[in-house]
């Protein structure tokens, strides 16, 4: 504040005499010139008409009036004579401000730079109303300037400058003083006020009447301040005893290495402490890729001999993750998965038996009128609990399945499954468009990928309509991309976000009328989860949908 005050005074003042200066330079400079004007009047009436009008006389002349210049002119405004030597005899002047006002009026003034001397100069032009000589001769209508030496405005503002740096500097000096002392007898009040603010504790009070209402304010602040403190105070002790008392881990971090909150299940799990970084997300490869990728998505790991589902989401810069013990529920799961692999087994041996009575009837044991049907109703049964049963071991397979992958030449595989597949597109009058690129390769295994072109080819026949398209597009590159598009029914946005979990079918009606158990998709999602393959749908309902896999590389 004090440097401010200090520019502002210096600036007004400095403003001020420089302001003052140029008015007084102006008003002197006006006064010098008028003197001057009437000190050239006097001059001219010292001239002697009896003189002769030629260069020794205007020497003279001009001896005379102290070395003012002198100059002779002849009526029409030629230089007779001139003091300032002889060489300017016979130039014309005529067209000089004062020669001009002569002219016109019988004299005149101007002040002016010489073009002839060089330096800036009072001129005074009057006309002789006596005749003169002139080589002689006398003459009528001649006229005589007179000039004297002047300085320029320029030149008194210049001649002033050095008392003006002194008055500046003395200016200065003044202004830091009264600056000192002003804002030292204003401010003290104020920085005494602040610092009992500052030290907290007592009340704040100040004598000046017009700093009360500002230490009012002040205590008015801080009693509200330390009501808000105890607020927050008590609640994030609250918010403490319930986060420790939950049996769910949480943790909210912006990256591993700065962690916001940490309960005590989680800080147990993880085995870190608050304030420390969680190296759980640095040393697992899989959650710290999901941590890069910021989506929500469960993983689930086993800590202490027990089951945790780890929940992460997303909210701009911050990360929420929610530690859930599902222990009994995977049991629950392993054991329904081992009860279904069990039972699905066990079925196997029914059904071939079935199948074989089935084929004996058809041949023509029974009386055909009866026999025909029926046979027909247990083969088409007994083919789709075969397939019901292929599909749920095959889905139960994949977990366990640890055989290495090997490079598949997926353009070759792709064809051969398409030809396969040709009676039924005959059979739905579905028109195949198939566009395969060449020599495309994918690390995997032939009956896994055979799997997935099976569903998805399948799933794009039974959904489509009579008489539709399917497009089958496989697209080469470092990471190809396998695409099945179908004219179909389309799916809803329901659909669209369950179409991938197991026994969910767009036919509610459960009928089997599709045709399908709702496993062939889960089985691609599980596939292509486990290889690391990007799988997405679009879809409208009512136009058709489109499946796409991208065979991304492995990550080392």
């Keep these: ?33 008028n003197e001057a004007n009437r000190q050239l009047k006097i001059y001219s009436n010292f ?30 405004g030629n230089i007779l004579a001139d003091s300032a030597g002889e060489a300017l005899a016979g ?27 060089g330096q800036s100069m009072f001129y005074y032009c009057v006309r002789l109303d006596e005749p003169v000589s002139v080589g002689g001769t006398p003459t009528e209508g001649c006229y005589l300037r007179i000039g004297i030496a002047a300085s320029s405005e320029a030149g008194v503002f210049l001649e002033t400058l050095p008392s003006l740096i002194f008055f500046l500097l003395l200016d200065i000096l003044c202004c830091l003083i009264f600056a000192w002392i002003a804002t030292s007898a204003l401010l003290r009040p104020v920085e005494d006020l602040t ?30 301040i330390g009501e808000k403190v105890a607020r927050v105070k008590e609640d994030r002790r609250l918010e403490a005893l319930i986060l420790d008392s939950m049996e769910h881990g949480i943790v909210i971090f912006r990256t591993p290495y700065d962690v916001i909150l940490l309960n005590k299940t989680a800080s147990r799990l993880l085995g870190c402490e608050p304030n420390e970084p969680v190296n ?33 989401t997303f909210q701009e810069n911050t990360r929420v993750l929610l530690i859930t013990d599902v222990t009994e529920a995977m049991a629950a799961a392993r054991s329904k998965n081992d009860f279904i692999a069990n039972v699905t087994h066990e079925m196997n041996t029914p059904l071939t038996n079935i199948r074989g009575f089935a084929e004996l009837i058809e041949s023509g044991s029974l009386p055909p009128e009866r026999v025909t049907s029926a046979a027909h109703t247990i083969i088409k049964q007994s083919d789709r609990l075969a397939n019901l049963i292929r599909s749920i071991i095959n889905f139960s397979a994949i977990d366990s399945d640890e055989l290495p992958d090997y490079e598949v030449d997926l353009s070759e595989l792709l064809r051969e499954t398409l030809a396969s597949f040709e009676p039924k597109f005959s059979k739905k009058n579905i028109a195949l468009t198939a566009e395969i690129a060449d020599g495309v390769k994918v690390q995997s ?6 799997e997935i072109v099976n569903n998805l080819v399948s799933n794009g026949i039974r959904y489509n309509k009579e008489g539709g398209t399917l497009t089958v597009r496989l697209e080469g590159g470092d990471a190809p991309r396998l695409t099945v598009a179908d004219m179909g029914v389309g799916l809803s946005e329901e659909d669209k976000t369950r179409i991938f979990d197991r026994f969910y079918t767009v036919d509610k009606s ?47």
Aim: charged share 25%; proline share 3%; glycine share 10%.
């Design 1 to 33: 504040m004090r440097k401010r005050f200090l520019l502002a005074s210096v600036l007004i003042t400095t403003l001020g005499i420089l302001l003052f200066t140029v008015l007084m330079t102006n008003v002197f400079y006006g006064n010098t010139e």
């Design 47 to 76: 001239f002697d008409a009896e003189q002769p009008f030629d260069e020794a006389s205007a020497s003279a002349f001009s001896e005379r009036l102290n070395g003012a210049r002198v100059t002779y002119l002849d009526p029409l």
């Design 91 to 117: 130039e014309s002047r005529e067209d000089r401000p004062e020669v001009i006002a002569a002219f016109a009026e019988g004299e005149g003034y101007s002040s002016r730079k010489s073009a002839t001397l």
């Design 195 to 224: 610092k009992s603010f500052a030290m907290g504790g007592a009340p704040v009070r100040s004598k000046y009447p017009e700093l009360q209402p500002l230490a009012k304010m002040m205590n008015d602040m801080t009693d509200e």
């Design 280 to 312: 759980y997300f640095i040393e697992d490869s899989e959650i710290a890729a999901i941590i890069a990728a910021g989506e929500a998505v469960s993983v689930t790991r086993r800590i202490d001999g027990r089951d945790y589902s780890l929940r992460f």
């Design 445 to 450: 295994r032939r009956e896994r990928l055979v």
């Design 510 to 556: 459960h009928g089997g009328t599709g045709g399908g158990f709702g496993l062939g998709l889960a089985i691609v999602k599980k596939l292509c989860k486990r290889a690391g393959w990007k799988l997405s749908v679009e879809s409208e309902l009512g136009k058709g949908t489109t499946f796409s896999i991208e065979f991304c590389p492995k990550q080392a």
